[in-house]
């Protein structure tokens, strides 16, 4: 619950996975963002006993500026220009 509470705060919107008692008997895959499974997990007690593993979705792409797209060498020339180099 703590982990879920922190992912909370830190990614609310991330989709994950919280995979329990992976080959075991009680086996369970629960899906969402972290508030809908501390949600699910809040209303069903036993879903929050056992051993986890967390999976979370990758972070959304960054959209590249205009001052990411310069190449190494147009880099360096304008440090030369500028006589940093």
Not at 4 to 13: D, V, Y
Not at 39 to 47: G, T, V, W, Y
Not at 55 to 79: F, K, M, N, R, Y
């Amino acid at each position: 619950m703590h982990t879920l509470e922190a992912l909370q705060e830190q990614m609310a919107g991330r989709d994950m996975v919280l995979a329990r008692e992976l080959t075991k008997t009680f086996e369970t895959f629960l899906h969402g963002t972290p508030e809908s499974l501390l949600e699910r997990l809040a209303a069903d007690p036993n879903q929050a006993r056992g051993e986890f593993v967390v999976i979370v979705a990758g972070a959304p792409p960054v959209e590249q500026s205009e001052h990411q797209d310069i190449s190494a060498d147009t880099l360096l020339e304008a440090l030369l220009a500028e006589g940093l180099v």
